[in-house]
């Protein structure tokens, strides 16, 4: 097992600087997630990281000691690529076991090591089968099973559900989950889904353009992200954004929206002082918002807002009313059973103790 950490490591290819001075610190045993859009940098981190990319500068050091020049195969790593890569002229057996052969391991303790792994896969029933004959799920599994027999410090893993359909994912989302549970070993797992990064990772590490926004667990990215791009890119549906002026009236300031305003709770006015009279982004969760009908809580001065439904989204568990103010759009988390209709006039509870609050210009988390 092995801590892994990253120390101003740079990527560039010519002029375009892929990856940014990035300093993350993995503990051992941590299951930590990189996440971000296409083209942010997290393959590539990932790859340095597996030696597949050259760093142009910094250090990464696996278990205390700096990989910047080591093979691949010296550093003591398994990688689970987004293609599952199984030979298809060999068994299940032989493809898990290709490895330890070539590294010149013991019948017996090649045996061992994949009877076992096949165990914790929960599939020993397939190991006499052909990549063909198998499911998607079941491949993937087999590519676990292959680098889960290394027993490797450190285990990586990139974008690996993506292939799969929705159902599966969220099954080999949970076996993951517990798979690390059981192995107990230092994961790093790139996803361009924040559902899965939310899922799975104990630490995750949220990028845009090659730079880290913010590291933390994930439900602190949620409650308190440190600026509107992570606050959007954790949450699904994501955060509702909607330009306020900050208006102070006698003793109370209000988020006001141009059709509706809100007042902002007294614990944010010590860091509103010098917004006042001045734009701000307000962010709002979309299970933060209530249909009044439906909603059974105090309802406090100045948290209603006249919306209007543009169109309704029922998915059975939930429903998502998508709603206008006549200037900006808004996401409500409702009730399944909710009747509002398209062209409906519906007042929404705000509730004022989750608002977020971000500088219009550096996009930078106030409140």
């Keep these: 097992m092995a801590e892994v950490i990253l120390e ?11 990856v940014k001075n990035v300093n993350l610190d993995i503990k051992d045993k941590e299951f930590c997630v990189l996440v971000g859009p296409s083209g942010c940098g997290k393959t590539t981190t990932l790859r340095m990281i597996a030696g597949l990319e050259e760093i142009s500068e910094g250090k990464i050091y696996i278990d205390g000691k700096v990989v910047n020049n080591l093979h691949p195969k010296d550093r003591d790593i398994a990688m689970v690529f987004q293609n599952y890569a199984l030979y298809p002229h060999m068994k299940v057996y032989d493809n898990m076991a290709f490895g330890l052969r070539i590294r010149g391991y013991s019948k017996k303790e090649i045996d061992m090591r994949v009877q076992e792994a096949a165990e914790i896969l929960g599939i020993k029933h397939l190991l006499n089968r052909y990549p063909k004959e198998l499911s998607g799920g079941q491949r993937q599994r087999v590519a676990v099973g292959r680098a889960i027999v290394r027993k490797p410090k450190v285990f990586l893993f990139d974008e690996p559900l993506s292939n799969l359909d929705a159902k599966l994912r969220v099954q080999m989302r949970a076996e993951l989950k517990k798979l690390h549970e059981r192995i107990q070993t230092t994961i790093i797992y790139v996803t361009h889904d924040q559902v899965e990064a939310m899922t799975l990772g104990d630490k995750i590490c949220v990028m845009k353009d090659g730079v880290i926004q913010q590291v933390d667990q994930p439900i602190n990215l949620y409650d308190h992200p440190k600026n509107k791009f992570v606050a959007g890119f954790i949450g699904s549906p994501p955060m509702n954004f909607v330009p306020v002026d900050i208006k102070q009236e006698n003793s109370s300031i209000y988020a006001d929206e141009g059709t509706f305003k809100l007042k902002l709770p ?12 001045k734009k701000m982004i307000l962010g709002i969760r979309p299970e933060h918002m209530y249909d009044r009908l439906s909603y059974s809580g105090q309802i406090k001065e100045g948290s209603v807002a006249k919306l209007m439904v543009d169109f309704v989204e029922q998915l059975g568990s939930e429903t998502y009313l998508h709603l206008t103010s006549g200037k900006n759009s808004f996401v409500v988390k409702a009730d399944p059973h909710n009747t509002a209709k398209p062209n409906q006039i519906v007042e929404v509870v705000v509730a004022l103790d989750k608002i977020h609050l971000f500088d219009l210009d550096t996009e930078e988390t106030i409140v």
């Design 8 to 18: 101003n490591v740079t990527k560039k290819y010519g002029n375009v600087v892929a």
């Design 266 to 277: 007294s614990e944010f006015y010590g860091k509103l002082d010098t917004y006042k009279g």
